[in-house]
């Protein structure tokens, strides 16, 4: 997926920094999510946008992505390795795309020391879809954050597959929707075979967020601390 979907050992949605002696450069493309669904790829997004996040000296690096074509690649530098750090994606306004933030794990760097991954942007509809579903009629909270929960399992080798069976509870969510057949559904109680989970309106604060504990049951179980700003969408990837 988009990001490297946060794989950081066994606690992919981990949300610290982390720290480490070495440092790398993330470079890569920020592509716009397809609205079906799955939120695991999408087309070039071609409008500038910001891209920030914190560097192994605790400060913000920054960059901007111009929106041009694939060989036009944002890069943030000083980056803490092997870490799992978290990018805030801030399109420009008027475009249907929200503020993203998600997580990489800046491992395997080149010789240059470059990681490369490629980031998401949700879009704005698909969030207003997800709440124009709802059985329950609940208004969107522009001041909390909205975190979308990709579940995975391991497969053959390196893959990752959705994991179905999940259910995802975050007691500081007002509600919980679930990828269904394409859609979403707040009376579904389990994730379906998108792995899909969406937390709504999640209390937090400005960058570089809050930590949100979320647990899981069902299938399998476990939990994560996933990174949360308030006004943006987090795109966590949990394997469990």
């Known amino acids: 997926m988009p990001g490297g979907g946060g794989d950081s050992g066994d606690n992919p949605g981990a949300g610290g920094e982390g720290s480490s002696s070495k440092t790398v450069s993330l470079t890569g493309i920020v592509q716009l999510l397809f609205d079906n669904g799955r939120f695991d790829s999408g087309d070039l997004f071609t409008f500038p946008a910001n891209i920030k996040s914190t560097r192994a000296d605790g400060r913000t690096g920054s960059d901007t992505w111009l929106g041009m074509d694939a060989s036009d690649r944002f890069t943030v530098e000083d980056l803490p390795a092997p870490s799992t750090v978290w990018l805030l994606v801030t399109p420009q306004t008027g475009v249907d795309a929200e503020v993203t933030l998600e997580p990489v794990v800046t491992a395997g760097a080149d010789a240059k020391g470059f990681v490369t991954a490629d980031l998401g942007v949700v879009r704005e509809s698909t969030i207003a879809t997800v709440f124009d579903l709802l059985s329950v009629p609940l208004q969107r909270d522009t001041r909390a954050a909205q975190v979308i929960v990709l579940l995975r399992a391991r497969g053959a080798g390196s893959g990752?597959?959705?994991?179905?069976?999940?259910t995802v509870k975050a007691t500081s969510a007002e509600g919980v929707s679930y990828g269904a057949s394409g859609s979403?559904?707040?009376?579904?109680t389990t994730t379906d075979a998108s792995g899909v989970a969406v937390l709504l309106n999640v209390p937090a604060g400005g960058w570089p967020g809050s930590l949100v504990s979320v647990q899981f049951s069902g299938a399998k179980s476990g939990g994560a601390e996933v990174r949360a700003i308030g006004g943006a969408v987090s795109l966590v990837t949990v394997v469990l």
């Open 160 to 166: 990752l597959t959705p994991l179905s069976g999940i």
């Open 184 to 188: 979403y559904s707040d009376v579904a």
